[in-house]
């Protein structure tokens, strides 16, 4: 299980319905407000969005069967998926690393056990703690610490590491209970559930270890979109023309473009992640500017994550765009495809932030809260 998987954005071998949402609140707000790219300009409000604009996940699916299809059951997954196979064992440690990764773990494994406690809370469980993540981040000495002795006690046997991952659990259900208690909440409930769960999240916690021990570069594998599948789309669907992933009259579909310039793309993060990581380590000296960008914005997301994630966002995005934008060529026919298009080079690389801080630090509440300040889910 990848970051995506950790923090919802990919549920099972889908991406989950928060997720949908989003992407659709993007292509919504890209229509709005016009789409401006190279010599084409279209203005904002061409065309009527009903209710792709104000229904539900349900509706957009129910309405749009061919624009789900495509973009959310085709491309969206398939990117999500691509870049979910990146390992977030924290590449980083002991350098740099998100203490918090256990507690993200068992908010998503313990997810059924905490449905029905988020009744009696004012937001999910998981919001109030992310909104409480400086509590976490204040004791990350002591957990990153005590996460270090379980490592190191693995060379001893497993009834060591299970002993140190008692230790570990106590730490973290007492943090979990202080967060909730700050955010004014009754966490009685919610400890005893945990502690119930004890065993369970106990041996996650050595399994969290045996990752970190066993990470490596190399794990990182070698990225590439597939060229999707779209015999199920129905043929009888409206579809506009340079929405075909076909070729049609020699020149391909804006589609057809899209899918063979993100398997170029897809080519660049395994090289970026290797540099990223390798400067934080020490193991490279020398980057480029854009690869300095990410290390000082992943530096500074411990003390301004805010700030942090925008960084990341203009630094990549800008890269992302450039090597897209100009071999789109633009159809007025086609604006709700380049505009779900445009939405997911965005969904894109916000994926990718989310994948990389997984990656560098480990898949904790930090990246739970780079997703959510992305409105990625």
């Given at each position: 299980m990848g970051t995506l998987s950790t923090v919802g954005i990919l549920d099972g071998d889908a991406v989950s319905s928060g997720v949908i949402?989003?992407?659709?609140?993007s292509t919504v707000g890209i229509l709005r407000d016009g789409i401006t790219l190279g010599s084409t300009n279209l203005p904002p409000g061409v065309i009527s969005l009903g209710k792709f604009e104000t229904g539900t996940t349900e509706d957009i699916i129910r309405e749009y069967p061919a624009w789900n299809a495509y973009y959310v059951e085709g491309l969206l997954t398939s990117v999500a998926k691509v870049l979910d196979t990146v390992p977030d064992t924290g590449a980083a440690f002991p350098f740099l690393f998100d203490?918090?990764?256990?507690?993200?773990?068992?908010?998503?494994?313990?997810?059924?056990i905490f449905a029905p406690i988020n009744s009696i809370l004012s937001s999910p469980i998981t919001d109030i703690i992310i909104s409480q993540i400086d509590v976490f981040l204040s004791k990350g000495e002591e957990i990153a610490s005590k996460l270090k002795e379980i490592v190191d006690s693995l060379s001893e046997g497993i009834d060591e590491a299970l002993a140190k991952a008692e230790e570990f659990f106590e730490i973290i259900k007492t943090a979990i209970g202080e967060a909730l208690d700050r955010a004014g909440?009754?966490?009685?409930?919610?400890?005893?559930?945990?502690?119930?769960?004890?065993?369970?999240?106990?041996?996650?916690?050595?399994?969290?270890?045996?990752?970190?021990?066993?990470?490596?570069?190399?794990?990182?594998?070698?990225?590439?979109?597939?060229?999707?599948?779209?015999?199920?789309?129905?043929?009888?669907?409206?579809?506009?023309?340079?929405?075909?992933?076909v070729e049609r009259d020699g020149q391909?579909?804006?589609a057809t473009k899209f899918i063979k310039l993100m398997t170029a793309f897809l080519k660049i993060p395994s090289e970026i992640i290797q540099t990223v990581t390798g400067v934080i380590t020490g193991a490279i000296s020398e980057a480029t500017e854009s690869i300095l960008q990410l290390v000082d914005a992943i530096n500074k997301i411990f003390t301004d994550i805010v700030q942090a994630v925008k960084d990341m966002l203009q630094a990549l995005l800008g890269l992302v765009w450039e090597r897209i934008s100009a071999t789109i060529d633009i159809n007025p026919n086609a604006i709700l495809e380049i505009a779900s298009t445009i939405s997911v080079v965005i969904f894109f690389v916000k994926a990718f932030i989310v994948t990389l801080v997984g990656f560098v630090?480990?898949?904790?509440?930090?990246?739970?809260?780079?997703?959510?300040?992305?409105?990625?889910?």
């Open positions: 949402s989003k992407y659709r609140d203490p918090t990764r256990p507690i993200a773990i068992i908010l998503t494994e313990l997810s059924a909440e009754a966490f009685e409930e919610v400890i005893s559930k945990i502690e119930e769960a004890k065993d369970s999240i106990t041996q996650k916690i050595v399994e969290i270890a045996e990752n970190i021990k066993n990470s490596a570069l190399s794990l990182i594998p070698d990225f590439s979109l597939p060229v999707l599948d779209i015999s199920f789309l129905d043929p009888s669907l409206s579809i506009a023309p340079l929405f075909a992933t391909d579909g804006i630090l480990g898949s904790g509440l930090v990246a739970f809260a780079v997703a959510k300040a992305l409105s990625i889910i």
